[in-house]
């Protein structure tokens, strides 16, 4: 069983910055991939952010060059620094964690981006 905690997710101000936090624990095979995506009410679930186990990482459009992703493979953690935050990056974030055939999501964690 394994279980991945989103954390850091709050409250900022447009311009500002967060920093979200994945552990994942429990029983986990080789880690392949970790991720993050977001997702807003009505909305489908939008990629954000990838790392893989072979150190390569790729963003989405709306936020590249703003948002990096970053793995801590001795805490089996990824983590999302979010900077210039903007109004339209309020939503929830998962992390996903792809481990062998295993596919994980954790829970969520709201980002609230006020103007």
């Known amino acids: 069983q394994v279980h991945l905690v989103e954390s850091g997710g709050g409250l900022v101000q447009a311009g500002g910055s967060l920093r979200l936090s994945c552990a994942a624990s429990g029983t986990i095979s080789s880690i392949n991939v970790m991720a993050w995506y977001r997702q807003v009410p009505g909305k489908q679930r939008e990629f954000v952010a990838i790392n893989t186990s072979g150190g390569t990482t790729d963003y989405g459009d709306s936020v590249k060059g703003r948002f990096t992703i970053s793995r801590d493979n001795a805490k089996s953690t990824v983590y999302l620094q979010m900077n210039s935050l903007k109004p339209e990056d309020t939503a929830v974030y998962y992390c996903?964690?792809?481990?062998?055939?295993?596919?994980?999501w954790g829970q969520g964690t709201q980002v609230t981006v006020s103007s």
């Open positions: 996903r964690v792809i481990a062998g055939l295993s596919d994980y």
